[in-house]
């Protein structure tokens, strides 16, 4: 593939990009989306041509598949799938960026980008991947920051309860329970991912929910005392059979929906055991990690530091090669993936 | 029926109680409860004797005639049920009660009852009916206090949904809203009562349930804008048609669970428009008052200042005769009451 040749010049050559083809009904399917070819785009006046070299594939995207408003517009039919996304810059006008940088930014599933340069940062060099800028210092691990000290609040000897706790949000959230001197316990899928978050992440238990036919026999086995702060990346179901287990002002995050992103409302299963919400003086509340803006380079030095002194592990799950994008999104939704989930644009 | 004649000294006469007679089964019936005629309590050794004059009826009180522990500890069979009741000391050797003073405390369904004076407080002399004690300065005023102001915090301009909300909590919850320059609108059962909520309480609409098959379309008529809080007293199938026209931010203020007391939490309708708690940032948090004792003298002076001034009205539904406690208190769940329910002993 050829690089971009300067503002104003047409640049050469074509590259790939995935469009939404139809939307979902139910679990998204491959046919859902449109690989398609179209000319690389040109230097913009002023701005400049991006090369992606990760791309993310996020569960949270399939809320923007359907014809509903979520906490984004809906994609139109035949627009490029939105992901978060890390390259290298091939050319720039734009003062802030020079040829070589990797930046940061949200070009979605395609090969290639141009821009004015808004949205988008550039990677700081702190000896980690560059991936790492759209994964556990991305939104994934900004969802599990604030989240995390924001709404759960562990303290010290509290018990957490994180779902899809060896995900990217997850991981990153438990470890900071634990930081926060909280008794962390993990639900995922399968012993892999089990012995991980016991055995590397040094979590106090986890329960594998496909060994688990009573997810709230299973949870209060591992959490005797009750449940101080749930973390949830799962849905109503999850959290249902939490609720009884919820001790005196507990808190939960509804960080994510995984289990009910693929079917309407009306169809998910129904919170029902809420009389704990007055019982037990329970707070839910939902985040989005973009409202706290402001507050991203704090949350930047405390995620590195924690990196750095060995506190905070992450795991990436890279597919490689741009044409595996919509199979690897469609794979998060049965557990495929064991870390934060990327491809690698080879 | 005679007055009690001193310490030590066994009083004559008999009084009447009732008692738990079984766990009701959905719908509480009058034979749930059992009415018996026991001896007057004697006068305890530095404590007071007391003739209740009003007792409450709550819809709370029915998760307490269950063997699952709510709120609070379920009752035992054979057991007083649990009421707020304001009586008149008719003796005491307590220090800080004396014969004739007006005392707020939660005697129960009982006509007369003796007390080491723990738990009890003396009416003050407001210029208001003792019975407010327990009303719109008891438990159901407070409630409306602090689950108005520390969950749901209505800005001005704001839209405050209140159900329930000609009852003793959401009537004075609503008014709390409009004080803090809310807009709100009310959800009643009949003409009478919405009249009532728009009339004499000024809200700015109040939607008749009983005449609404689309209560979700009917919330979105009468609050154009959204609503940024609710204020629930009906439980979960309100909630859930409410949850689609909640605000960005919005509030949820879990006050109580009427529809759903009666019947076990897997028979319960489900919240399943939850995916509102993150595409709208939601926050929904239950709330009992007993949490915020030591605010109450606050509290209290705010709630008189306000009905002084003129801003906060209460209605009370008084019943005539103990021995229609039971239907009394099996009517808030048809909503026959309008307005604080007591009963008044003559």
Redesign the interface.
Known sequence: MSAATGSGTATTGMHRRFVLARRPDGLPQVDDFRLESVPLPTLPAGGLLVRNRFVSVDPGTR?RLGDR???AQPLALGEVIQAATVGTVEASEHPKFKAGDWVAAAFGWQEWAASDGRGIRVVPDNGLSPSTAIGVLGIPGLTAYFGMLDIGAPQPGETVLVTSAAGAVGSAAGQIAMIRGARVVGVAGGPAKCAWLTGTLGFAGAIDHRAVSDMTAAVAAACPEGVDVLFDNV??AM??SVLPLMKRGGRIV????MA?YNRP??Q?????????????????????AF?HVRQYPQAWADLTGWIRAGRLKYREDVVEGFEHLPQAFIGLFTGDNFGRRLVHLR
């Open positions: 809320g408003e979520t906490y849905g109503n959290i249902d509804v960080c994510g929906q009910d409302a009306e998910a299963p129904g919170l029902r055991n809420t009389r704990a919400f007055i019982g037990q003086r329970l707070t839910m509340r939902g985040l989005v409202d």
